[in-house]
C-alpha cells in the first residue's frame, strides 16, 4: 500500500486547507488511518486520528479548527483545517495502519505535503 498526500500550500493566518490522502494498492484491511506533522526544529507529533467506524482523536492545539473523516470506500483520509495559525506551520504527513494479511500489522506513512500560515 502507497499514501499519497495532497492539498498543502501558503495560506494567510485565519484561512483553510484541506488535505487529502489517498491509498493505492492491494492490502487486506486498512484500519486506522491519521494525520501527524513536523514543524522546523520540532518532533512529529499526531494531529488527528480516525478509526474505520469514524472515531476521531485530536490534538488539543488543533480541536475545534481541524476535522478529520475518511471515505471507507475510496480509502481516503481527509483534514480540513480552519483558522490557521501561524504555530500549524509544518509537513503534513498522512499515516495508516495497515494489514498485508490477517498477522502482519504495518504501518504506512505518506510523503509529507508542506503547510505554511503567514501572519
Known amino acids: 500500500v502507497q499514501l499519497q498526500a495532497s492539498g498543502g500550500g501558503l495560506v494567510q493566518a485565519g484561512g483553510s486547507l484541506r488535505l487529502s490522502c489517498a491509498a493505492s494498492g492491494v492490502v487486506f484491511k486498512l484500519d486506522d488511518m491519521g494525520w501527524y506533522r513536523q514543524g522546523p526544529g520540532k518532533e512529529r507529533e499526531l494531529v488527528a486520528s480516525i478509526t474505520t467506524g469514524g472515531v476521531t482523536d485530536y490534538a488539543g492545539s488543533v480541536k475545534g479548527r481541524f476535522t478529520i473523516s475518511r471515505d471507507n470506500a475510496k480509502r481516503t483520509v481527509f483534514l480540513q483545517m480552519n483558522n490557521l495559525k501561524p504555530e500549524d506551520t509544518a509537513v503534513y504527513y498522512c499515516?495508516?495502519?495497515?494489514?498485508?494479511?490477517?498477522?502482519?500489522?504495518?504501518?504506512?506513512w505518506g510523503q509529507g505535503t508542506q503547510v505554511t500560515v503567514s501572519s
Open positions: 499515516n495508516a495502519e495497515t494489514y498485508p494479511d490477517p498477522w502482519q500489522r504495518r504501518d504506512v
